[in-house]
């Protein structure tokens, strides 16, 4: 019903930015909370900040002022600005569509497959 495929990873230096994007398709009417997460080796799975439509944010901790969720629910993305890298960034990021709206139904929970972020020292 919703497909979600990141992209926008790879390898950067310390103090080096990257924009990781999520573009979602499928049943859609209007994306209404978004996420992204983020699990390193051995690590659990950790939120790194949310949007909703109406474009509240939130931020891990670990992420405040140096990350940036953005959307555009008319095309169906959402990007993920990350400022001021470091090593402990490097994970596997995963968009999350926490609830989609179909246009008939509430879709919760898509995942989509991740994004390799690496952070040289």
């Known amino acids: 019903q919703v497909q979600l495929v990141e992209s926008g990873g790879g390898l950067v230096q310390a103090g080096g930015s990257l924009r990781l994007s999520c573009v979602a398709s499928?049943?859609?009417?209007?994306?209404?909370?978004m996420g992204w997460h983020r699990q390193a080796p051995g690590k659990q799975r950790e939120l790194v900040a949310t949007i909703t439509s109406g474009g509240s944010t939130t931020y891990a901790d670990s992420v405040k002022g140096r990350f940036t969720i953005s959307g555009d629910n008319a095309k169906k993305i959402v990007y993920l600005h990350m400022n001021s890298l470091n090593p402990e960034d490097s994970a596997v990021y995963y968009c999350n569509a926490r609830r989609v709206w179909t246009g008939t139904s509430w879709v919760y929970d898509a995942w989509g497959q991740g994004t390799q972020v690496t952070v040289s020292s």
């Open positions: 499928g049943s859609i009417s209007r994306l209404d909370t």
